[in-house]
């Protein structure tokens, strides 16, 4: 009987994942409590599972005092030393009980107590396991829906799969296979929680490290990438070789590495720009395929830039819905101001006239006469500027000024540049050109060389990687045995796609 319990205690080891003496720990307090509870004692009670034979031995353990007050948890010294000879007074003494008598009580708490160990240990070692694979990609079944949320099961537990978290792009049922990336571990009642997710730009950098091999052996690496799930993404890119091109590494022969993970993510348009050093460049780059003119810094920190384009690069530059300026702000982790040249122009201008007016005497404005102008003049408030600078309490520091002089000044001063300011140009409505409503500034198509075979079943619509400039795409046979190239057929001059420019 006793060889059994330490077999059985071993088998739930291997099973459950947990370590022997988890087990012994949780039996050894059971069997603690089942004593207490058949003794009807309020004395201490200790068990101890010996490791070699398998018997259990209960002990109830008492503090040795001079005095005794409570006799259930206390013993005095003489009584001490029939049990232990070399007691003193502070030392706790045990006091052998009987395990003959427990029985079924014995059983039924030990099994309470010992699911209860198992399931605790059980949960820790799935905890431990998962707060380590945050950020992985794991693959899992569709189990079951609760209202919206997703029930994935991942093996050994559950995850959760959030509304939030969720692409509107995508549809699954009950048993479809899923990939997702681990999000979060959360400690809950009810043991461990996974949340993983589908938007995740975790998601999007693991499924390139799968397609690009240079990405995988560190020739090539992620400097950031950022989504809005099941719509678009941006994903910067830097290769420490000279020779290897990131963004073509990525693209792949024929655009199939980038066209894996399109594919994955339901047909999410992903944009791959070149990460560079320079914040400015960096910035030019991440608003691709817009063209940008030139940008500037408005913080020295580069959290605030302020960015020129053409007239007709505007909407392109923000994209639909604010989408492209929006996304290219999360991966420079910074504010984008877009302006086309000729609200820059506006700017310049108004800066100028507005500098001028703050030059202006003050004996110009009206209702300030000469003799005031003086007076503020000798206090060494000459301008309009000056005087707006200095405010209502530095005029009326000056002596001769008074409140409704100061307020009068600055009165002036206000309906003088509010002289200044133009009115806003009318705004005309846009001519919309059906013709390129599949192309900008949503899917244009990349500027990057890509051959494509004449039979095979990627478009060039599908090539919706967005990384420059928008040029044409030519759809052209691959070369054959000899390295020749064969003259285009019929076929091949009906597929010529070109990109609006």
Known sequence: MTRMLLQTIEQIGREKNIPPDVIIGAVEEAMAVAAKKFYKTEEEMKATLNRETGEVEVHAVKKVVDDVDDPDLEISATEAIKFDSEANVGDDVYLPRGTDGLGRIAAQAAKQVIFQKVRDAERENIYDEFVERVGELITGLVKRFERGDMI?????????????????????????????????????????????????????????????????????????????????????????????????????????????????????????????????????????????????????????????????????????????????????????????????????????????????????????????????????????????????????????????????????????????????????EPVVDNSLAEAAPDSVLASVNVDIEADDSVTADEITIETGVATDVEVVAAPDDEGEIPAPTDTDEEEVVEAPA
Not at 340 to 351: P, T
Not at 355 to 361: N, V
Request: glycine share 10%.
């Open 152 to 428: 994935v099961d991942l093996g050994r537990t559950e995850g959760l799969l959030p509304r939030r978290e969720q692409s509107r792009a995508e549809h699954y049922n009950i048993g479809d296979r899923i990939r997702v990336v681990i999000a979060d571990v959360l400690k809950v009642a009810r043991g461990p929680q996974v949340v993983v997710s589908r938007v995740s730009p975790e998601l999007l950098i693991r499924l390139f490290e799968m397609e690009v091999p240079e990405i995988f052996d560190g020739t090539v690496s992620i400097k950031g990438a950022v989504r809005e799930g099941g719509d678009r993404a941006k994903v910067a890119v830097h290769s420490v070789e000279p020779d290897v091109d990131p963004v073509g590494a990525c693209v792949g022969m024929r655009g199939a590495r980038v066209q894996s993970v399109i594919r994955e993510l339901r047909g999410e348009k992903i944009d791959i720009v070149q990460w560079d050093a320079d914040l400015q460049q960096y910035s030019i780059n991440s608003l691709k395929p817009a063209r940008v003119n030139r940008v500037t810094l408005i913080d020295g920190e580069g959290r605030h830039l302020e960015v020129v384009v053409d007239e007709d690069q505007l909407s392109l530059a923000i994209g639909k819905r604010g989408q492209n300026v929006r996304l290219a702000g999360k991966l420079l982790n910074a504010t984008i101001d877009i302006k086309s040249e000729d609200d820059k122009k506006r700017d310049v201008e108004q800066a100028l006239v507005q500098m001028t007016a703050r030059e202006q005497a003050l004996e110009t404005l009206e209702g300030v006469g000469p003799k005031t102008a003086e007076i503020l003049l000798a206090a060494g408030v000459g301008t309009v500027g000056e005087a707006i600078d200095a405010g209502t309490d530095g005029l009326l520091a000056v002596d001769g000024i008074g409140p409704k002089g100061a307020e009068k000044i600055l009165g002036a001063a206000e309906e003088l540049f509010a002289s200044l300011i133009p009115d806003e140009p009318e705004v005309q």
